[in-house]
């Protein structure tokens, strides 16, 4: 298994609602990432993770709130958000012994209405 | 400030021509490049990497050129096919293990039948 997958593929949330973005790799990878993508532009950098633990967080407002519940699983609570927080949110994993290369889901589609 | 930067947002080209990307970094601490391939509403795709201790990478139809003294990287493509349209990113780390990846804006790249 050479992927990452991200559930759901879409989401449309009210901007009271509670919603969660899962992310799943099976390689083994130690370290996951969150970005967010808005039209047009590169990926920034959210959180990461490295052996289950948070190591880097981009001063993302606590409206996002990440989890790892085990070395495979990457979760995204959101609640609250804003009309602005509609975007692509990526997930990315990578080896934890030097290798430089992140790999990619294929993303969750926010809407915030 | 842009670490990495992408010059051309957007660049055509004809089947079977030869594509060449750019990117420039001002960060003298990158020692490692890679490309990524986006195509809409998917994540980005790894392509193609670099090490500072190289200055050429060549993976089939891919080959990525490293200009350290000019902080300059390339992308070429050859030949072009129309399945390359998509936005190619340009991204550095400083250095090995989890380090978060800085992404250059993109260049869409159309390839014209």
């Known amino acids: 298994d050479t992927e990452v997958t991200q559930t759901p593929k879409h989401l449309v949330m009210g901007m009271t609602n509670k919603k969660s973005l899962k992310c799943e790799q099976h390689?083994?990878?130690?370290?996951m990432y969150w970005y967010k993508q808005k039209a047009k532009k590169p990926p920034e950098l959210m959180f990461v993770?490295?052996?289950?633990?948070?190591?880097i967080n981009e001063s993302v407002p606590s409206r996002f709130s990440p989890e790892c519940p085990n070395s495979s699983l990457l979760n995204l609570h959101l609640h609250a958000l804003q009309p602005e927080d509609s975007a692509l949110y990526l997930c990315?994993?990578?080896?934890?012994?030097?290798?430089?290369?992140?790999?990619f889901g294929p993303g969750t589609r926010l809407t915030v209405t | 400030d842009q670490q990495v930067k992408q010059n051309s947002p957007s660049l055509s080209v004809q089947e079977g021509r030869i594509s060449i990307l750019n990117c420039d970094y001002t960060?003298?601490?990158?020692?490692?490049f890679l490309w990524y391939k986006k195509y809409p509403a998917e994540g980005p795709t790894f392509l193609i990497s670099?090490?500072?201790?190289?200055d050429k990478n060549e993976d089939g139809r891919f080959t990525v050129f490293l200009n350290k003294s000019a902080k300059h990287l390339s992308l070429h493509i050859v030949p072009s096919q129309p399945g390359d349209s998509a936005v190619y990113f340009c991204?550095?780390?400083?250095?090995?293990?989890?380090?978060?990846?800085?992404f250059g804006k993109g260049t869409r790249l159309s390839v014209i039948a």
């Open positions: 990315a994993s990578s080896p934890s012994d030097g290798s430089y290369e992140q790999y």
């Open positions: 390689m083994g990878h130690r370290a």
């Open positions: 993770y490295s052996y289950e633990k948070l190591s």
């Open positions: 670099i090490s500072s201790i190289k």
């Open positions: 960060n003298s601490m990158f020692d490692y």
């Open positions: 991204a550095a780390s400083p250095n090995s293990g989890n380090t978060p990846l800085v």
